[in-house]
T-cell receptor, first 112, second 115 residues
């Protein structure tokens, strides 16, 4: 089955700086890669996703890149703000209705 | 649009007791998922329904866990008997379940503590 590795487990950045979280996956059949943000005591919330026919996608301060050959994808957050502090999860699936395989998460801390 | 609803939000039981969780997905979503999230880890898929049929239950510990989705809407997940290692957050998610409706929307979860 699919295996998703996520790094780093904790990331501390100064407010206003950029943050990058990286994930690798093992199953070449995976073609849907969402990123979720989870705040304490809440369920995961989708922040951005990318499909394998696209190499990069951007939504305001958030961008995701995908390298299918190398089987890795990354989340980029620019101009970080205190409200960006949370746990971020990458995930992968074959798409459609398939269940997601998640990474172990990155605790992002924004230092004032 | 109302989100995914789950209840209860918290549950504390003793080992060997039974417990049940309830989920109401977003209206019109054909696909429903139950995930288990152990502290410090990412969610792990337990079972997936398409309407009221099971699509994938390969990671469900069937000796103690069971789930059903009657009438293709609400779903219940049951643990009987519970073990200490079942302490986790149980997340329900739903999606339209087609190629362009892949987004899974998660509920707030039920936090289970087994003593």
């Amino acid at each position: 089955g699919e295996n998703v590795e996520q790094h780093p487990s904790t990331l501390s950045v100064q407010e206003g700086d950029s943050a990058v979280i990286k994930c690798t996956y093992s199953d070449s059949a995976s073609n849907y890669f969402p990123w979720y943000k989870q705040e304490l005591g809440k369920g995961p919330q989708l922040i951005i996703d990318i499909r394998s026919n696209v190499g990069e996608k951007k939504d305001q301060r958030i961008a995701v890149t995908l390298n299918k050959t190398a089987k890795h994808f990354s989340l980029h957050i620019t101009e970080t703000q205190p409200e960006d502090s949370a746990v971020y999860f990458c995930a992968a699936s074959e798409g459609g209705a398939d269940g997601l395989t998640f990474g172990k998460g990155t605790h992002l801390i924004i230092q004032p | 649009e109302a989100g995914v609803a789950q209840s209860p939000r918290y549950k504390i039981i003793e080992k060997r007791q039974s417990v049940a969780f309830w989920c109401n997905p977003i209206s019109g979503h054909a696909t429903l998922y139950w995930y288990q999230q152990i502290l410090g880890q990412g969610p792990k898929l337990l079972i997936q329904f398409q309407n009221n049929g099971v699509v994938d239950d390969s990671q469900l510990p069937k000796d103690r866990f069971s789930a059903e989705r009657l009438k293709g809407v609400d779903s219940t997940l049951k643990i009987q008997p519970a073990k200490l290692e079942d302490s986790a957050v149980y997340l329900c998610a739903s999606s339209l379940g087609d190629t362009w409706g892949e987004t899974q929307y998660f509920g707030p979860g039920t936090r289970l503590l087994v003593l």
